[in-house]
């Protein structure tokens, strides 16, 4: 064999080589498109593809999380709900004339236990932020733009149940006193709520319109985000199926390409070897037969 058959051998083994290493590429990355040798715009449409993929998957992500973040908020607001349904129930029992003062200073007593509590829902944190304190508005960042849920003082002093020195506003004693007594303007004997009592009442109310207010905007912003993050899901499904579709390896066919580049690199090695083998011989028969031209015309 001359040098240039041995050369034609070794331009198949490279070209044999080269496609073993592409097949083996594509079945590593999953990807037809690796990178842009492998296709230039169809690298560029896939990368775009993966692009698109990575905001909406971090936007699904960012409504879930602010999806959480508002769970612990309505939970606390739910909380002071039932705090406040619970606060009125006392009220209207302090208002008994059955009640003594010592059945009416156990009423207050419970009366600021409700508060404290209702201060404590307000506390509520996630991830190290005061929700309810009137500080807090949560934004949900997304490939659409951004969404604002403003979160109110939900506190003693902002439903107006304690004063900016942070005393009670509610007074049992003042109440169970004044509707004892029909003497007292707006009393009556035939037990109509007195004005003190109608005032607590509604300081009661108003806070707890106040926090179902709150309730409500929260449940609303959920419900959207709930929407938004299955809207998300979808489109997430629909452009990984495209790009599946458009630049995901065939793992099958590209094992039977690479098992056919395999046997090609093979077969051209075997050539490039029997080659040299058989040029090496005919060299040394040549030399050994002072053949000079021969041996020049081998070469050449």
């Known amino acids: 064999m001359s040098i240039s058959g041995i050369n034609s051998s070794l331009n198949q ?4 080589h080269s496609l073993q290493s592409q097949s083996i590429q594509r079945i590593a990355t999953g990807s037809k498109h690796s990178s842009a040798a492998y296709g230039a715009s169809d690298y560029a449409i896939a990368q775009k ?11 699904n992500s960012n409504t879930q999380t602010a999806n959480s973040m508002l769970n612990v908020a309505s939970g606390a607001v739910n909380n002071t709900v039932s705090s406040l349904s619970s606060l009125r129930e006392t009220l209207i029992n302090a208002a008994n004339s059955t009640n003594g003062s010592t059945d009416v200073a156990a009423l207050q007593e419970s009366v600021n236990q409700t508060l404290s509590q209702i201060n404590t829902n307000a506390q509520v944190e996630y991830n190290g932020q005061k929700l309810l304190d009137g500080s807090q508005t949560v934004t949900v960042a997304g490939i659409d733009g951004y969404d604002n849920v403003s979160l109110g003082d939900m506190s003693t002093k902002g439903l107006g149940l304690t004063d900016s020195q942070g005393n009670s506003t509610i007074n049992l004693q003042e109440v169970n006193r004044a509707l004892g007594d029909p003497s007292q303007p707006n009393g009556t004997e035939d037990g109509v709520l007195n004005k003190a009592l109608s005032q607590a009442l509604d300081t009661v109310d108003a806070a707890l319109n106040k926090a179902l207010d709150q309730a409500t905007n929260i449940g609303a912003a959920q419900q959207g985000m709930d929407y938004q993050s299955a809207n998300y899901t979808t489109m997430e499904e629909n452009l990984q199926s495209a790009l599946s579709t458009s630049d995901d390896t065939d793992i099958a066919a590209e094992s039977v390409n690479n098992a056919s580049a395999k046997n090609q690199t093979q077969m051209a090695m075997w050539a490039v070897k029997q080659g040299l083998q058989n040029f090496s011989q005919q060299m040394l028969g040549t030399l050994n037969n002072h053949s000079r031209g021969a041996a020049y015309n081998m070469l050449s």
């Open 49 to 59: 593809m993966q692009y698109n993929l990575g905001g909406i998957r971090q936007s």
């Open 13 to 16: 083994l490279n070209r044999a």
